[in-house]
């Protein structure tokens, strides 16, 4: 990552496992009698601490596990067990504070009897209350519900979320976990939670060493000059590849653009599902492209569009540019272009002549063109090529990448542009035959997707 860029923080919803049947399931309730207690239980909702003149409240377990670490204490309320309340206190300090509360009984149904605990056998819990509750910018979205109103993006200031580890938005019931929570509460081994997909939201504001509207890109690439001597996609490099599908569609959803479809990843092929698609076909593969769909992912996908007056700051050539594929790969289109390739002259893929000779097929552009792998020189590092179905002499037969790899990271580097001949051509490379990731579009491409400016 370049020096000073923050990393922008993952964020998770925290739940508790659904049950069979509908409805929203209160997990604890105060033992019937402690209309004392009850003003300061409903306290819970405002903003001003507790801890100071907290009593401990007797409660039950509503048809739950007694060993649970995490129980829900009404609408996006958490009480945790000892264990629990160490690990998130290590992270979050005195942004929460802890609530003791103790476990006296169980009751199985509504209306069964409540069964008691001895007083050796009560427990004591912690509720964990976030304090001061994140500002939401006005970048955020709303989706209502009828009688409920929920967030369906979040925005916030830097400031507000960069040192949160557990906390809720103002207007949101939703308790929010950092990823960094997330990871040491499963290294713990604790139960009765349940993370959700990271939110979808955006920073708004100025943040350290970030421009205004910024959002922090993932680490760059490994070299672009060592990608052509590359065999094989390392762990690393394929995680670089989703974290910045992931981070054009966090930036094109900030800057009010229509993120379509955010990246979709789709399981890696078994080898001898490999096997049975390569018979199918009935011609090899390039050999890093077999390793990525045995070993990554056997179809990805993401589209995103901006209007032109999104980009008004930009050159006037970078206007109205659009981002994403079908389908980068898919296995399921594999075995059809595998035909055309073999049948070049067959009906339907004429135009291309004997552009298809050698080639692979891999990236169905959407216009009628294809992008292909060329191997007429063998299965290993193939050149990546663009074939016009209207044999445009300035874009037919034009080789984008020295090879897969090469094409992939550029791409990504590059905000997954769409593919098309017109899209790729203002970021190519014509003495290099590859995308150009230092030109000037390039670079004012990647300050727009970095700053907003």
């Known amino acids: 990552m370049r020096a000073g860029k923050p990393s922008l923080p993952a964020l998770r919803p925290i739940s508790k496992p659904q049950p069979p049947g509908d409805g929203f399931m209160t997990e604890l309730s105060l033992v019937e009698g402690e209309t004392r207690l009850t003003k300061q239980v409903d306290d819970l909702r405002n903003d001003k601490p507790l801890a100071a003149r907290w009593k401990c409240v007797p409660v039950l377990l509503e048809s739950c596990s007694p060993k649970d670490d995490f129980y829900l204490y009404g609408l996006g309320t958490f009480a945790v067990s000892e264990k629990a309340r160490s690990v998130i206190a290590s992270l979050a300090g005195d942004r929460v504070e802890f609530l003791p509360i103790e476990v006296v009984g169980i009751r199985t149904d509504d209306d069964g009897p409540v069964e008691k605990f001895s ?27 009828g009688a409920v109103v929920m967030v369906s993006r979040y925005a916030f200031k830097w400031d507000d979320v960069s040192d949160r580890h557990w906390f809720r938005a103002s207007g949101s019931d939703e308790t929010l976990v950092s990823d960094q929570l997330r990871i040491a509460l499963e290294k713990g081994g604790l139960k009765g939670a349940q993370f959700q997909k990271a939110i979808k939201y955006g920073l708004a504001g100025q943040g350290p060493a970030t421009a205004s509207r910024g959002v922090a890109p993932p680490p760059m690439p490994p070299d672009f000059d060592e990608l052509p001597k590359m065999r094989r996609v390392t762990k690393a490099l394929w995680q670089n590849w989703v974290d910045h599908w992931n981070w054009v569609c966090d930036v094109i959803d900030s800057r009010g653009g229509d993120v379509v479809e955010r990246p979709k990843i789709a399981k890696p092929l078994s080898k001898q599902k490999l096997a049975a698609l390569k018979r199918k076909m009935g011609m090899a593969m390039p050999s890093e492209f077999e390793d990525v769909l045995t070993n990554y992912s056997s179809r990805v996908s993401l589209y995103w569009y901006l209007e032109d007056e999104q980009t008004e700051v930009l050159p006037e050539a970078l206007h109205g540019l659009m981002g994403g594929v079908d389908a980068l790969w898919d296995v399921a289109i594999l075995p059809e272009m595998a ?20 080639r692979l097929p891999f990236i169905n552009v959407g216009n009628g063109d294809v992008i292909a792998f060329d191997m007429r020189h063998g299965t290993s590092n193939c050149p990546i090529v663009y074939l016009s179905h209207e044999n445009d002499a300035t874009e037919h037969d034009k080789q984008l990448a020295p090879n897969f790899i090469d094409f992939v ?21 014509k003495r290099a035959k590859r995308l150009n990731v230092s030109g000037s579009n390039a670079r004012r491409w990647r300050k727009w997707l970095e700053t907003g400016k």
């Not at 007083?119 to 519900?145: C, G, M, N, Q, T």
């Not at 791409?411 to 190519?428: D, K, R, T």
């Open 339 to 358: 035909s055309a390739a073999r049948n070049h002259a067959s009906s339907g893929w004429l135009a291309f002549r004997d552009g298809l000779r050698g």
């Open 119 to 145: 007083r050796s056998d009560r427990r004591k819990l912690y509720i964990v209350r976030p304090l001061e509750l994140a500002s939401l910018s006005e970048a955020s979205r709303f989706s209502d519900l």
């Open 409 to 429: 990271t550029r791409w990504s580097y590059l905000g997954g542009l769409a593919v098309e001949s017109c899209n790729l051509g203002l970021f190519y490379d």
